[in-house]
């Protein structure tokens, strides 16, 4: 379980039993009690987060990778991760919608709940 509390967001992944989604969307979790801001070893979010995008980007060595959060009425995208990626990307993308009209494929895929597969990001023109 994570616990965000500047967003108010605890969740947990979905599993079999939440329906047909595949990925790592989290579910909300109403009886969480979290402890400041940190996920299960103590570290806090962001730190865990960032930790994670610098994995994935060892795998692929000419990718950047982040982690959006949505705020805590699941509508807004907030910044989790991406260690990576300028201050700038993160800020610009802080607070975007994920309600049609869609802003890009991940606003899509969080309101849908189901993963969106875009051949080159790039050149993606939502």
Request: with cysteine; glycine share 8%; charged share 25%.
């Amino acid at each position: 379980m994570i616990y965000e509390p500047e967003l108010n967001v605890a969740c947990r992944p979905l599993t079999k039993n939440d329906g047909p989604h595949i990925g790592s969307k989290c579910k909300p979790v109403a009886s969480a009690k979290p402890s400041a801001g940190n996920d299960r070893r103590g570290a806090p979010l962001q730190k865990s987060l960032d930790e994670l995008t610098l994995f994935v980007e060892d795998q692929e060595k000419d990718a950047r990778c982040g982690i959006l959060v949505l705020d805590h009425r699941g509508k807004h995208f907030r910044h989790g991760g991406g260690a990576n990626l300028p201050e700038n990307y993160h800020k610009a993308l802080d607070f975007i919608s994920i309600d049609p009209p869609y802003f890009d494929a991940c606003g899509e895929a969080a309101h849908l709940a189901m993963p969106v597969i875009v051949p080159d990001i790039a050149a993606e023109t939502r």
